[in-house]
């Protein structure tokens, strides 16, 4: 995938020209799977058009026949589905919860988190992990945990550059 402030062509059938910004080295070997490729891309903010394709020459690319076609010219496709782009925007990590049944900051409640894209660890000082999940949707209350400060890493469950990494207290 390319992502370009002008429209992209290409001056050839062989190749598009551009370095894109999400390579996907996988090939769908089957044509009757869905295969769902993801990536990660930081946008400059002046994008406007997003080329999907083949930006490699022959001896970078592979290939595998699955159909066979007579007719003296090779060829690949891709059936797309559904393209989407989404902005992640920057979380908002409190830095204290109160579980003391009061109702204000009883969990650890990320702000500007989509639920399900982001994994959490927690661990206590001595960096033993204390809770962990694949999938955070804002459950943690650090129940059965002593007041102090813990630490949290949180991971982009996609984009694996975007981690977050600081300290939380807990506070009966």
């Known amino acids: 995938m ?45 994008e406007e058009y997003l080329t999907i394709g083949n930006f490699f020459d022959d001896n970078h690319s592979k290939a595998i026949e699955i159909l066979k076609y007579d007719q003296g010219t090779d060829f690949s496709y891709y059936l797309i589905d559904s ?50 999940s694949s999938k955070y949707a804002g459950e943690w209350d650090g129940e059965g945990l002593s007041a102090g400060v813990y630490y949290y890493e949180l991971n982009h469950l996609v984009c694996s550059d975007l981690r977050y990494k600081g300290n939380v207290s807990i506070l009966h």
Not at 23 to 38: A, E, G, M, R
Not at 106 to 127: P, T, V, Y
């Open 83 to 132: 393209v989407f782009t989404e902005l992640i925007k920057e979380p908002i990590i409190p830095n204290v919860i109160t579980p003391n049944g009061d109702c204000c900051n009883e969990k650890f409640e990320i702000k500007n988190m989509q639920s399900n894209m982001w994994a959490l660890h927690i661990f206590n000082r001595s960096g033993k992990e204390v809770f962990h």
């Open 2 to 46: 390319f992502f370009t402030r002008e429209a992209l062509y290409s001056d050839t059938i062989l190749m598009l020209r551009g370095q894109p910004q999400i390579n996907i080295s996988q090939v769908n070997d089957s044509p009757l799977v869905w295969k769902k490729f993801t990536g990660c891309f930081t946008a400059k903010g002046e």
